[in-house]
């Protein structure tokens, strides 16, 4: 019974890891989206734009954040859905990897 336990304590874990292995590996290739897989999807992004900057507004109404503030946090949000729609709502989770996880150098 002991042998038991001990490699499920062992082997338990390890089937943890191995699925989160090969998925970070994993490139994908996307499809070209039809105009109709694509209208959708701006919309829907379009949606949530309106939301957030619904949402910017309360905080600016409820004094939580400054008018200038609200102002800039709104443009921001605009300037994304913009580079979004540019990139026809394609997802680009891994592009700037090698920006935030930079190597350092060794002498």
């Known amino acids: 019974m002991r042998k038991l336990w001990l490699s499920l304590l062992v082997i338990a874990p ?4 191995v699925p989160l292995s090969e998925a970070h590996g994993e490139t994908r ?8 897989q694509k209208s959708e999807l701006a919309s829907m992004q379009r949606d949530i734009m309106e939301k957030k900057k619904q949402l910017i507004n309360k905080y600016v109404e409820y004094g ?5 503030r609200g102002k800039e ?17 394609m997802p680009k989770w891994h592009q700037d990897k090698e920006k935030k996880f930079h190597k350092h150098h060794m002498p």
Request: hydrophobic share 30%; no cysteine; charged share 35%.
């Open 14 to 17: 390890l089937s943890f890891f």
């Open 73 to 89: 946090i709104k443009s921001h949000i605009e300037q994304r859905y913009d580079k979004e729609k540019k990139n026809g709502f």
């Open 64 to 68: 939580i954040i400054d008018q200038e």
């Open 29 to 36: 290739v996307y499809q070209d989206l039809t105009e109709q």
